[in-house]
């Protein structure tokens, strides 16, 4: 069973969609009893960094994910606003401090001549394969006015170019998260989930 968080954040009826079409277990939750339960947990996400962060204490998400994920290394999918909220500090919009995981911060696009948010599709450069096999050169879906910097470079499996290298994707031991949405990405996407939780059984 796969948990998607509900936290208040958006797009979780979309992530479900896109794993029923994969006939993957799946249910939309908050509970902490569900989550602890489950095999997979999915953290999907649109909005503002300090807004989600809020969302996920108020409903005692930010431990209990911690708990689930860092320590107990339960396979973990972050989404958009899911993979930033990963990160030790958000500036959306205002500095804020994220769930920690991953060293490093959140910031807006600096690019002029380029409209921001980066929106619509846009190919990527795979860093790591693991989870990209047989992506050729498929596009992606993005929508983001903000893009993480990690501090280790290493954690980067992909890359999009928007006035820049930026990350469109990282991975970490049990982690693994991407900034395009992969419910949305048609089959690009698609082919991302299935690998991902095809390695994962």
């Not at 979309?14 to 489950?38: G, M, P, W, Y």
């Not at 649109?46 to 994910?65: A, I, W, Y």
Request: charge should be neutral; hydrophobic fraction near 40%.
């Amino acid at each position: 069973m796969v948990a998607i968080i509900d936290y208040g954040m958006g797009n979780v009826a979309s992530v479900q969609k896109a794993l029923n079409f994969l006939k993957i277990e799946c249910v939309i939750t908050n509970d902490h009893r569900s989550i602890k339960n489950a095999e997979c947990i999915i953290l999907p996400g649109v909005g503002s960094f300090m807004r989600g962060m809020m969302n996920l204490k108020e409903r005692g998400l930010d431990t209990l994910l911690t708990e689930e994920v860092i320590v107990k290394k339960k396979k973990f999918l972050g989404i958009c606003l899911g993979m930033q909220l990963l990160i030790e500090n958000g500036t959306e919009p205002l500095d804020s401090k994220g769930l920690g995981w991953i060293k490093g911060t959140v910031k807006k696009f600096d690019v002029p001549g380029l409209r921001v948010p980066h929106m619509g599709w846009n190919d990527i450069t795979i860093v790591k394969d693991t989870f990209y096999k047989g992506i050729g050169d498929l596009d992606f879906y993005f929508i983001h006015s903000y893009h993480m910097v990690p501090q280790n470079k290493s954690v980067i499996a992909a890359t999009v170019n928007y006035g820049g290298e930026v990350v469109a994707s990282i991975q970490q031991e049990n982690i693994f998260a991407t900034q395009f949405h992969p419910e949305k990405s048609q089959v690009a996407g698609l082919t991302v989930l299935r690998s991902f939780f095809e390695q994962n059984a």
